[in-house]
């Protein structure tokens, strides 16, 4: 009980701090809910780049950042007479009471999958959305997470392949489709059937229980770690001046010195 008490004063004396920032700080004051947007977005991305690399100090102070957030929103809302932070909270435990009956009812749901299942249908029942089942994708989510999560909600309602080895007949059809716009030089058809690729590769990696966001990630980070051990190897001389042949053998021993 002691330390839900201490949670609570946590909670009361960050929305005291933003209290006071709003009314005495030039720049706290004039925010607006679409000048936060990119920040907010940008703190999160902050906390992700801070558990993949499992730097826990660094999970909590992108936490604190991404909850200053959500104080700040639930103030402005506050102002404006709209909502305020305990309303947020509310309605959040209503939405998770609603959304878990194999918690709070009777309904049953053994596994992750049957409870994600229990999830999409139960959100697309309670806001009858006019797009549907996709139509909950976030429009401005990065196209690679909106794929994965639109691939996701579709596989929930059935639509997906069978068994998961399938799904390397679509990539080989699209590989060939896109071999086949090189070919006929057409760059808006071509343009497509990369997405098309894309698209398909996405779910590759969901089926086998990869987050190509993750995945694609990792490797970005491991070509930039790999290239600046080329740039330093390469001493002196700039990395464009370097034959193939030579730019090949720093690759390699980048490879090999990471082993």
């Excluded at 929930?156 to 069978?162: E, I, M, P, Y």
Aim: with cysteine.
């Amino acid at each position: 009980m002691e330390n839900k008490q201490k949670k609570i004063d946590a909670l009361v004396r960050l929305l005291e701090v933003m209290d006071t920032l709003r009314v005495k700080c030039p720049w706290d004051r004039e925010q607006t809910f679409l000048s936060l947007r990119n920040n907010s977005i940008e703190e999160v991305y902050e906390l992700a780049d801070a558990i993949e690399a499992e730097d826990m100090d660094g999970i909590k102070e992108e936490l604190g950042d991404v909850l200053l957030h959500v104080a700040f929103y639930s103030k402005l809302g506050e102002e404006q007479g709209s909502f305020d932070i305990g309303d947020v909270a509310d309605a959040e435990c209503d939405k998770l009471i609603y959304r878990h009956p194999h918690v709070y009812s009777d309904i049953h749901a053994e596994t992750p999958d049957e409870v994600k299942q229990n999830w999409e249908a139960l959100k697309l029942r309670k806001k009858k959305r006019q797009g549907g089942l996709l139509g909950g994708v976030p429009r401005s989510l990065p196209a690679m997470v909106k794929a994965f999560r639109v691939g996701e909600k579709a596989a929930s309602a059935g639509f997906d392949w069978k068994q998961k080895e399938d799904v390397w007949d679509k990539v080989k059809e699209e590989m060939r489709e896109v071999e086949a716009e090189i070919a006929a030089k057409d760059q808006e058809r071509l343009t497509g059937e990369i997405g098309d690729l894309f698209f398909a590769l996405i779910n590759m990696a969901r089926l086998y229980g990869v987050d190509p966001e993750l995945a694609l990630e990792r490797t970005n980070k491991k070509f930039i770690r790999r290239f600046g051990y080329m740039e330093a190897a390469a001493g002196d001389r700039m990395i464009s001046e370097l034959s193939f042949e030579e730019l090949d053998a720093l690759w390699n021993e980048a490879k090999k010195s990471e082993k």
